[in-house]
T-cell receptor, first 114, second 110 residues
Framework: NAGVTQTPKFQVLKTGQSMTLQCAQD?????MSWYRQDPGMGLRLIHY???????DQGEVPNGYNVSRSTTEDFPLRLLSAAPSQTSVYFC?????????????FGPGTRLTVT | DQQVKQNSPSLSVQEGRISILNCDYTNSMFDYFLWYKKYPAEGPTFLISISSIKDKNEDGRFTVFLNKSAKHLSLHIVPSQPGDSAVYFCAARDGNKLVFGAGTILRVKS
């Protein structure tokens, strides 16, 4: 099992550009989520999904879109990048929202918006 | 307003001694608490968890204590090892979401 994979590892964008951060898991997990990590702020939930076709907003959803067409993939789209979106982004998955809630995290994508 | 707080940004401990990392929370509806460990340039990894109906959970060198009346939990690492040097995040479950603290950097000196 590859676990949770994220691409790209690093990305630099100009303000106003759009891009998609990819996330995939091969553990047949129902639950997937996206977080951003900023200094002094910990991990903040952006969007999450409890299964294919179902998504919901987290704590900081503005400026981001998600979709979940398959169990395996959960891409995060930045619609019009802003410097405030400079961060490290982590994708995570777990069996379900209700099973111990042990989430498996990907290695992260470091995004810089200039 | 942060619902999960880790008030110590960093902690330095001698190898072999006990490390105690603390976490406070404000939402009494949290029903599950977890600790994650994170090394630089890697994603967080799950360490240990505790249900709100328990007050202690132990796994090898790691023990988590929960004091519901004080809305406080702590992670004890005994004995501490240099490989334990990492950032430790406390997290709490709120429905379908996890709420994380800001993290504590643990340095274990050999």
């Amino acid at each position: 099992n590859a676990g949770v994979t994220q691409t790209p590892k690093f990305q630099v964008l100009k303000t106003g550009q759009s891009m998609t951060l990819q996330c995939a898991q091969d553990m047949n997990h129902e639950y997937m989520s996206w977080y951003r990590q900023d200094p002094g702020m910990g991990l903040r939930l952006i969007h999450y999904s409890v299964g294919a076709g179902i998504t919901d907003q987290g704590e900081v959803p503005n400026g981001y879109n998600v979709s979940r067409s398959t169990t395996e993939d959960f891409p995060l789209r930045l619609l019009s990048a802003a410097p405030s979106q400079t961060s490290v982004y982590f994708c995570a998955s777990s069996y379900s929202a209700g099973r111990n809630y042990e989430q498996y995290f990907g290695p992260g994508t470091r995004l810089t918006v200039t | 307003d942060q619902q999960v707080k880790q008030n110590s940004p960093s902690l330095s401990v001698q190898e072999g001694r006990i490390s105690i990392l603390n976490c406070d929370y404000t939402n009494s509806m949290f029903d599950y608490f977890l600790w994650y460990k994170k090394y630089p340039a890697e994603g967080p990894t799950f360490l240990i968890s505790i249900s709100s109906i328990k007050d202690k959970n132990e796994d090898g060198r790691f023990t988590v204590f929960l004091n519901k009346s004080a809305k406080h939990l702590s992670l004890h690492i005994v004995p501490s090892q240099p490989g334990d040097s990492a950032v430790y995040f406390c997290a709490a479950r709120d429905g379908n979401k996890l709420v994380f603290g800001a993290g504590t950097i643990l340095r274990v000196k050999s």
